[in-house]
C-alpha cells in the first residue's frame, strides 16, 4: 500500500489490486462506524461500487460490523424517462442491502421524473440536512462525472436504459462538498484517465478534480492500474517508502512539476 497526503486534504492511496483498494475503502467506512454506529452516508449505485459493497458484506458476516443505525441516503435514485424506469432501488435492496442489517426506514432514495429531478435534489438535501449531514459520501470517479450531469456509469440494475445512467443523479456536487468527508473509490485500466485528470489536473478540468481538490477531508482509493496514467504515481509510492532526503525536497519538487499549487502539506505512511 502507498498512501500520501497531498494540498493538506487530499489523501492518495494506491493497492496492488482491486481487492485491496476496495478492502481499504470498506475499512475507512468501517472505522466511521466505529465512531459513530448513527452515521449518516451518502451511497450510490455506479457498479463499480459494488467491490466496496462485497467488502462491507462481508466485514458484517464475518466480524460483526453493525449498520442497524447508520443512515444511507442515495445521491443517485430512481428515474423515469418517458415509459423507462429504473428499479435500482429493489436492485441495490438484492445485491447489497438485504445481505446487512441495515434498517430499511434507514436507507432513502428518491423516485423522480426527469421534470423533477431539481425537486427531488432539494427534498434530498432538505433530509440530509435533517439527519445532520453526511458523515461521508462514497463515490466512484464515473459519480462525479455525474455530478455535473456529464458521466454515465453502468449501474447496478443491467436491464436499466443506458440513456438515462447519465441521468439519474439526484446530488449536486455541493451536497458531496458539504459531507464531513468524501471517499472516492476507482479500479481498473477504464478508470486510469479518469483518476490522472481528478488527482493531478486542475480544478476546472473535470468534476471529480475539484471535488478532491476542494473538499476539506478527501480521500481517493485505486489499484494499480486505475494508477496507470498518474504522472507521479512511481514518485507518490517513492515519498510513501519513506525515502531519507525528507519531505521539503518533496514538496519542492511537486509544486516544481506542477502537481502541487501552493500551501501543500504532507503526512505519509506506507506498510
Same mark, same amino acid.
Request: proline share 0%; no cysteine; glycine share 4%.
Given at each position: 500500500m502507498n498512501t500520501i497526503h497531498r494540498g493538506g486534504s487530499l489523501k492518495i492511496n494506491i493497492r496492488k489490486r482491486?481487492? *485491496?483498494a476496495a478492502q481499504m475503502t470498506a475499512r475507512t467506512v468501517a472505522e466511521i462506524i466505529d465512531r459513530n454506529p448513527a452515521a449518516v452516508f451518502g451511497f450510490t449505485a455506479c457498479k463499480s461500487l459494488m467491490p466496496v459493497y462485497r467488502e462491507l458484506i462481508?466485514?458484517?458476516?464475518?466480524?460483526g460490523l453493525d449498520l442497524s443505525r447508520v443512515k444511507i441516503f442515495h445521491l443517485d435514485g430512481?428515474?423515469?424517462t418517458g415509459s423507462a424506469a429504473s428499479s435500482l432501488r429493489a436492485t441495490m435492496w438484492r445485491k447489497f442491502y438485504a445481505l446487512i442489517n441495515i434498517q430499511p426506514a434507514n436507507m432513502r432514495m428518491m423516485s423522480c421524473s426527469i421534470s423533477s429531478i431539481t425537486d427531488a435534489r432539494a427534498e434530498l438535501q432538505a433530509d440530509i440536512f435533517s439527519a445532520g449531514g453526511l458523515d461521508a459520501a462514497i463515490l *466512484?470517479?464515473?459519480?462525479a462525472a455525474r455530478l455535473s450531469g456529464e458521466g454515465v456509469c453502468e449501474l447496478q440494475d443491467m436491464d436499466f436504459p443506458n440513456p438515462v445512467a447519465g441521468q439519474n443523479m439526484i446530488a449536486d456536487a455541493g451536497t458531496v462538498l458539504d459531507a464531513r468527508c468524501c471517499l472516492m473509490f476507482a479500479a481498473g485500466d477504464a478508470a486510469a484517465g479518469s483518476v490522472a485528470r481528478a488527482v493531478e489536473g486542475a480544478q476546472a478540468i473535470s468534476m471529480a478534480s475539484l471535488i478532491l481538490k476542494q473538499h476539506d477531508h478527501a480521500s481517493v482509493f485505486m489499484d494499480e492500474r486505475a494508477a496507470g496514467l498518474l504522472a507521479l504515481k512511481d514518485y507518490y509510492q517513492w515519498v510513501a517508502s519513506g525515502h531519507p532526503l525528507?519531505?521539503?525536497a518533496d514538496l519542492t519538487f511537486l509544486k516544481r512539476e506542477g502537481a502541487v499549487r501552493t500551501g501543500?502539506?504532507?503526512d505519509v505512511s506506507c506498510c
Open positions: 482491486q481487492q *485491496s462481508r466485514l458484517y458476516r464475518e466480524e430512481d428515474v423515469q *466512484s470517479v464515473d459519480d525528507g519531505l521539503q501543500a502539506e504532507f
